[in-house]
């Protein structure tokens, strides 16, 4: 399908579930209260852990300058755009998405990260989406990659191009959640592929959660093998780091 069609379509399917829930007025996801055609009330939205104050780079907390460590030891990737702090009730909100169905949640988990990078002050939207990948077979169990319908919307919003297809998960991987931080990197370590150009273009990898950035990282490295000059992480929400 070519990017107008998919535009158009989105559109047409944005203006269909608007007229729904103006008819059928929403209740909140977390307090249950009347929220209009919002997933979340105005209410809870403002009580949620937003990120603030982060590392450009990697989102943990910094002051809202560049970390140490970034410094010490940058990254593969550039930028992070990051919501939220993964903390209650974003958890259950983002568990449901990704577990429960609940695939509305993808529209909401958009507008927040677009709304973070307005807030944040970065410069020229990147050139392209792509959503971090799901090996074959938990897609399958699933039926649907929480990362790509985030992204479909984010695109949809954006204007910014979303590539479907091109980067893949080669190596299906134990789930990074069950394993400990440090094991994390070795997990995805040569876990992914990419078939794309993407010579001297800005990319923007799209995921729902970023916990030590294994993955985002390890897939930064095949995107720019594969010409990228720069890659940002946009995700909804951010784990901080265990307390000592």
Not at 12 to 34: F, H, K, N, T, Y
Not at 54 to 67: D, M, N, Q, R
Not at 92 to 110: D, M, N, T, V
Request: aromatic content about 6%; overall charge positive.
């Amino acid at each position: 399908m070519s990017n107008f069609l998919t535009s158009a379509f989105d559109s047409v399917r944005r203006s269909a579930l608007d007229a729904a829930r103006m008819a059928l007025p929403q209740r909140c996801e977390l307090c249950a209260g009347v929220s209009g055609t919002d997933l979340v009330c105005g209410g809870c939205m403002r009580d949620l852990p937003w990120l603030a104050r982060a590392c450009p780079v990697c989102a943990l907390p910094s002051g809202g300058s560049v970390c140490g460590q970034c410094l010490s030891d940058p990254p593969p990737f550039d930028a992070t755009i990051a919501a939220f702090s993964y903390a209650f009730p974003i958890d259950r909100l983002i568990h449901s998405l990704k577990y429960q169905g609940r695939l509305a949640l993808a529209e909401w988990c958009a507008d927040a990260i677009l709304v973070q990078r307005g807030n944040s002050g970065a410069g020229s939207r990147p050139d392209r989406l792509i959503a971090l990948p799901l090996a074959v077979a938990r897609q399958r169990e699933r039926g649907y990659n929480q990362a790509l319908e985030i992204a479909r919307v984010i695109g949809a919003r954006s204007g910014v191009p979303l590539l479907p297809r091109g980067l893949s998960r080669v190596r299906a991987t134990p789930p990074q959640a069950a394993l400990p931080w440090a094991e994390r990197a070795k997990n995805v370590r040569g876990a992914f592929a990419c078939d794309l150009d993407l010579s001297g273009l800005t990319v923007a990898l799209v995921d729902d959660v970023m916990t030590t950035g294994a993955s985002l990282a390890e897939a930064a490295k095949i995107l720019k093998a594969s010409g990228a000059a720069s890659v940002e992480n946009w995700v909804v929400a951010r784990t901080l780091p265990p307390a000592d």
